[in-house]
């Protein structure tokens, strides 16, 4: 089965380039391209076999590309993610109205609940390691003669795998370790859950502190209401010690959902939560009675698309004392992300925080620099990451982004080999298929002086030249936009070249210019132009 990195090296096909129009084109002007390139690739204008089998090639491209572009919902699909979202599963059960911001974050659920069977078809592992660190030693007095002493504070480990029995059914398997101090303990749980109809079913045995069981489910009441409780029992050498828990969550518009959770047990407590996530912006605020104490917080995010960053402002307030918390995280691959956050507070003062999320394996490194707030460790706490991220991503992301971005190219050229060699093929059928209108093109513009390709190149260009073409990663494509020409006009749009008829990919990746030599009015032109610019002559 392919993975889903082989999925996004799939070369994709731009259907405007194809007809080339504008995104913004009109019926009448897909309308228009398409029936002057059926008037070109359409098999009953060929009489030979050869050129009739090409015909169907390159009819059948057209007549694809025409069907997207004149279907408004298949088009806004099409505008919204791509090609890909026309293959996506679920699309029947989308109303055609929709918006294409509503069509985007339909793509991205129906593309997340692919994934989810992806991950249920393995063992869909899940993990966190945190490991607290004291530094405390560093900004408080010590002696002048012994270096300040850095120690792990403590450790813990959690680690989950969930393994499909039948579409319904499956078993967790869950356990953690603890390390503080030279002590340690642990546990290890097994649960197996069960589907029903607007639910789920779920019974736990485990050991650790006591053999412990449980008995969880949830339900769908609403379509806004969802309600999730159980009970545990953990048998200890003191007694049994009983736990119940519940929360409700309710839908409260489309981007707020609220919640109220209730835990009787050793700690019992009362929360409120209210979530409140938008595509720019998160707010989170809660309130919570309990045992040992009570306190009120509100964390804002605000994410910054564009940057693929995350900035964080949390507060806290209760019994305990207070905190504040600010911090960023940045995203540095599909799957993987940073965050630093200082922490602030009373009784527990200047933490820096590190947390690396790597799928669903997170990685989290608090150090503790002060146990008061001191200026100096607020100071270097905001700095320190700064420094290091920029060390960082110098000296050991920016090379490994470049040698994967050179491996990414080398799998999708092996990935796209056979397509890749197929438009080849293809660009050479439509050169074959073109002749004769090449030249009743030709003759038009002769006759009225006006634009006349004499050469045009596309591909790249050898290392340290504007001009020089590589041989090997270019190629003549003088017939192909000649029978672009309309009126002695040529204009081409903002997106790669190769997606054009009688055009295709000579190298992967590269950087890759178009030459056009011409004559118009007699007069002689040189234009160069990048691959994704537009154009527009005379």
């Not at 408004?72 to 294409?100: C, F, N, Q």
């Not at 993987?336 to 602030?344: E, P, R, T």
């Not at 002060?370 to 700064?386: L, Q």
């Not at 006009?489 to 011409?518: H, N, T, V, W």
Request: proline share 4%.
């Amino acid at each position: 089965m392919a993975s889903e990195n082989d999925s996004d090296a799939e070369l994709e096909e731009n259907y405007y380039t194809f007809l080339n129009l504008p995104r913004d084109a009109t019926t009448e002007q897909i309308n228009t391209a398409y029936r002057k390139q059926s008037r070109i690739y359409h098999p009953d204008k060929h009489i030979d076999p050869e050129s009739k089998k090409k015909a169907e090639i390159m009819f059948n491209r057209t007549k694809r590309a025409y069907e997207v572009l004149s279907d408004p919902h298949k088009r806004a699909i099409y505008d919204s993610v791509g090609e890909k979202g026309l293959k996506t599963e679920g699309w029947e059960i989308v109303h055609r109205t929709k918006t294409p911001a509503e069509i985007r974050e339909e793509y991205e659920r129906l593309a997340q609940a692919a994934a989810e069977r992806r991950l249920q078809q393995r063992t869909n592992p899940r993990g966190n390691i945190t490991i607290n660190v004291n530094a405390t030693e560093i900004f408080a007095p010590y002696d002048d003669t012994e270096m300040p002493r850095v120690e792990i504070g403590s450790m813990s480990i959690a680690q989950s795998i969930e393994a499909p029995i039948t579409r319904k059914d499956l078993i967790v398997m869950s356990g953690n370790l603890y390390s503080s101090n030279g002590t340690g303990s642990g546990g290890f749980v097994v649960a197996g859950r069960r589907l029903l109809n607007k639910g789920w079913l779920e019974l736990c045995l485990g050991a650790g502190n006591g053999f412990l069981m449980g008995l969880k489910g949830g339900r769908t009441l609403s379509p806004k209401l969802t309600l999730n409780g159980g009970t545990n029992l953990n048998f200890r050498d003191s007694g049994v010690i009983p736990a119940l828990f519940s929360t409700l969550a309710v839908q409260l518009d489309k981007h707020t959902m609220g919640s109220l959770t209730l835990n009787a047990g050793p700690q019992s407590s009362m929360s409120t939560q209210i979530d409140r996530t938008t595509e720019n912006h998160a707010w989170n605020t809660s309130f919570v009675i309990g045992t040992p104490h009570m306190y009120v917080g509100i964390a804002y995010t605000r994410k910054m698309l564009e940057n693929e960053l995350k900035l964080k402002l949390a507060v806290k307030a209760g019994t305990f004392g207070f905190m504040g918390e600010y911090g960023v995280e940045k995203k540095v691959s599909k799957y993987s992300s940073v965050l630093a956050a200082v922490s602030i507070g009373v009784p527990s003062g200047v933490i820096l925080k590190f947390k690396i999320i790597r799928s669903n394996q997170s990685y989290v490194f608090p150090i503790h620099l002060s146990e008061e707030i001191v200026p100096a460790a607020v100071f270097y706490a905001s700095v320190t990451p700064v420094i290091a991220w920029f060390f960082v991503k110098k000296a050991i992301m920016d090379p490994m982004e470049a040698e994967r971005k050179s491996i990414e190219v080398e799998r999708t050229k092996r990935q796209n080999e056979q397509r890749l060699a197929a438009k080849k093929l293809e660009a050479s059928a439509a050169i074959h298929l073109m002749q004769r209108t090449y030249q009743r093109i030709m003759n038009e513009e002769l006759e009225r002086r006006g634009l006349i390709i004499t050469r045009a190149i596309y591909g790249c260009v050898n290392a340290g030249s504007s001009t020089q073409f590589n041989p090997d990663e270019s190629y003549d494509v003088t017939v192909p936009l000649q029978c672009l020409v309309k009126d002695s006009k040529l204009q081409l749009y903002e997106s790669s070249k190769s997606d054009l008829p009688g055009f295709y990919d000579p190298s992967i990746g590269d950087d890759k210019i178009l030459r056009i030599e011409y004559t118009y009015n007699n007069q002689f032109n040189v234009v160069n132009i990048k691959d994704n610019e537009a154009l527009k002559l005379p």
